[in-house]
């Protein structure tokens, strides 16, 4: 184990000592038992890391994986799930190998999570001042009255209006713009270095959407905390991620810099997803296949190919390589589209 | 400001939930097959002497006269007199009735200790050694009959180990009950300042405390377990849970929203172990209220058992709507 570490810690001064990621996600691998002998593999050996400040957007259907790897880094797959196999590397610590106690402690005050859904999230009982002042008084082991003065300042941050009567709200009481602000600021007042944001705003109108986004990119960037930004909807993360990965069927088939995802995207997968959002239907039918009633989970060759438009013999039979298209940019599929 | 105004509510429909309560028992208690007058006379009384019995008991008028006398009788404060005791059933239910509150009052209060706390602890940890203690325990308490458990307990405490009082009574032959104030022995012995009485008003309560309580602890067990184990696989537990709030709060945070199913089991527990309790309490001579109802039923007495099914109807509507105070306090939701 000793040399192992002074390999992996030598391999990180050798890389880049300045790119040092802040959070870095290794072939983590996910399973559900499935009643049958083999446990279902819900995520396939994700990698993904991210650098200090930076946001990552990570683009995905629903059943691809998204919330089971918010959850997952955070040491808490979605039950029945089991983390079979990976490492979360965060400040210099292999997390998942963490006692629960020392997990906790990271939870919520290094690594934190803005959920969707806030009104079902946040605990019906208690008062939404209550709930933002205990994130503080948990973690940061500050008094009742100072982590009240914490939770009132992260209100007036998240923009809630009247946050002195707000303080005294109960969830049911708020509008869901105002819930998801609720949980925004809990999850920024202990300033972690990591935020996942999990699909937070797919409950909200488009309007309150944008302004929450914002806000929450801002807050971010004040609070220096770095983002993963899940969601499945791929023109959102054209605002402001940095880069961007696409998750399909529990593995990374993407990722690229912003401008090279929305410019030269390499997947038929992000192709069709992105022309999902296209005037023309010429450009949308080209790239995407009806799909078929029953989804295959194909055990070799590519998790897509059912689906993909320009898929050939090989693409059922051989898992494609996650083959660099251009510096940063690396795509899972054998014939990665060329843009002239 | 709202809970007084719904308390205002709750309590106009008072007086016509007891007068239907009253009219309902009333049919049925006299719809029950004997005749007072016989079983006063007994069996060498003639038939004259029966009816002139049945004129003066007023047996002889109407159903609906009958009713309105009692009725009229009952707004002075008079419930009838039983025939058995010869004494104003009121004065008999102002005795009996505490006897019975203080047992069920204290059973149940062992009942939520125990049920309470295993249901916590099971549904904390649903594949632990206290979850299978609890359902093993859920399930047996609900199939053991009362008055076998409480011989089982005497027989193991009084007649082998010697530890409790004999299962006669309230308090000792030779100590001298306190002076009654509120009925409840153990706290008129305390405001009566009298320690010998305390501790033997404590001792006989202890058999049959355990019986009830170890009995009732069951149904709370199991809607705390089950309602527990809801609470803490629902999104604000889990949210809590990624948020790392410490477990022993996140369980004392479920435990508060799981408190209005908990309290409803015990209020229905409560109304119902006033007359419940009854076997218990013959068991161990306990001179309830129960007990008294039951000899009134059995020798067409009826005055004792309109008497029991007032005081236990007012005591139920006061225990709910109590319990309809503690929503209102439990969840602002509601008083919203």
Redesign the interface.
Request: with cysteine.
């Given at each position: 184990m000793g040399a192992a570490e002074v390999i992996s810690k030598t391999e990180n001064v050798s890389g880049d000592a300045g790119k040092a990621p802040l959070i870095d996600i290794r072939n983590l691998r996910i399973t559900f038992p499935s009643g049958g002998a083999e446990p279902k593999t819900v995520l396939k050996g994700i990698n993904l890391s991210v650098q200090p400040g930076e946001i990552v957007g990570l683009v995905g259907e629903s059943g691809a994986g998204k919330t089971t790897l918010a959850?997952s880094i955070?040491g808490?797959p979605p039950?029945p799930g089991r983390i079979a196999a990976g490492e979360v590397h965060f400040e210099g610590r292999q997390i998942l190998s963490l006692s629960e106690a020392e997990l906790?402690?990271?939870?919520?005050?290094r690594l934190?999570?803005v959920?969707p859904?806030p009104r079902?999230?946040?605990?019906?009982?208690?008062k939404v001042g209550d709930q933002i002042a205990?994130?503080a008084k948990?973690?940061l082991n500050v008094s009742r009255k100072e982590a009240r003065r914490m939770a009132l300042q992260m209100l007036r941050d998240v923009q809630i209006p009247d946050p002195e009567r707000r303080m005294d709200a109960?969830p049911?009481?708020l509008s869901g713009g105002m819930a998801q602000r609720v949980v925004i600021a809990?999850a920024l007042i202990c300033n972690p270095a990591f935020v996942i944001s999990d699909d937070a705003t797919s409950g909200l109108d488009v309007t309150v959407q944008a302004q929450i986004l914002a806000l929450l990119a801002k807050l971010a960037a004040e609070h220096g905390s770095a983002m993963l930004f899940i969601t499945r909807d791929v023109g959102i993360t054209a605002h402001f991620c940095d880069r961007i990965a696409v998750l399909f069927s529990g593995e990374i088939v993407e990722i690229a810099p912003r401008e090279a995802l929305f410019l030269e995207p390499a997947h038929p997968y992000t192709l069709m997803l992105l022309a999902a959002f296209s005037h023309s239907p010429k450009l949308r039918d080209s790239w995407s296949v009806p799909e078929t009633a029953r989804r295959r989970e194909l055990a070799a060759g590519c998790q897509y190919a059912d689906r993909c438009p320009i898929a050939q013999a090989v693409c059922r039979t051989h898992r494609p390589p996650f083959a660099e298209v251009s510096p940063g940019h690396f795509a899972r599929c054998h014939f990665p589209v060329r843009h002239a | 400001m709202r809970i007084l105004a719904y308390l205002a509510k709750r309590l106009v429909f008072v007086i016509p939930q007891l007068l239907g309560i009253v009219l309902v028992s009333f049919l049925l208690v006299k719809s029950i097959p004997g005749d007072p007058a016989v079983l006063m006379l007994g069996p060498t009384a003639t038939p004259s002497a029966i009816a002139a019995l049945r004129e003066q008991l007023g047996l002889d008028q109407p159903l609906y006269m009958q009713f309105l006398i009692y009725v009229r009788n009952l707004l002075h404060g008079d419930l009838g007199t039983s025939w058995q005791t010869t004494r104003p059933v009121l004065e008999d239910l102002l005795q009996r009735f505490p006897a019975t509150l203080e047992l069920v009052t204290f059973s149940l209060l062992l009942a939520i200790l125990v049920g309470v706390t295993l249901g916590v602890y099971a549904a904390r940890n649903p594949r632990g050694w206290v979850a299978r203690v609890s359902d093993l325990y859920g399930l047996s308490a609900g199939a053991l009959p009362d008055f076998w458990f409480a011989l089982v307990l005497i027989f193991v405490f009084y007649t082998v180990l010697g530890w409790a009082p004999a299962p006669l009574g309230r308090i000792d032959m030779i100590v001298i009950p306190p002076i009654p104030v509120t009925g409840i022995l153990t706290i008129d012995a305390l405001l009566a300042g009298d320690p010998e009485a305390f501790w033997s008003a404590c001792s006989h309560l202890a058999l049959p405390v355990l019986t009830l309580g170890l009995l009732n602890a069951g149904p709370i067990l199991k809607i705390t377990q089950s309602t527990m184990e809801t609470m803490l696989?629902s999104?604000?537990s889990?949210?809590?849970?990624?948020?790392?709030?410490?477990?022993n709060?996140v369980v004392r945070?479920a435990l508060?929203?799981a408190l209005p199913s908990i309290v409803t089991i015990i209020s229905v527990l409560y109304g119902f172990l006033i007359g419940g309790a009854v076997l218990v309490e013959i068991v161990f001579s306990w001179g309830g209220a129960g007990q008294y109802a039951v000899q009134g039923v059995l020798n067409s007495d009826i005055y004792p058992v309109l008497g029991f099914v007032l005081f236990s109807a007012i005591f139920s509507l006061i225990v709910y709507i109590a319990v309809d105070l503690v929503y209102f306090l439990?969840?602002?939701?509601i008083s919203?």
């Open positions: 959850r955070l808490v039950a906790r402690r990271l939870r919520g005050r934190s999570v959920v859904n079902a999230e946040l605990n019906p009982l208690r205990s994130m948990i973690h109960y049911h009481e809990m | 696989e999104d604000f889990r949210y809590e849970v990624l948020c790392g709030v410490p477990q709060l945070h508060r929203n439990l969840d602002p939701r919203n």
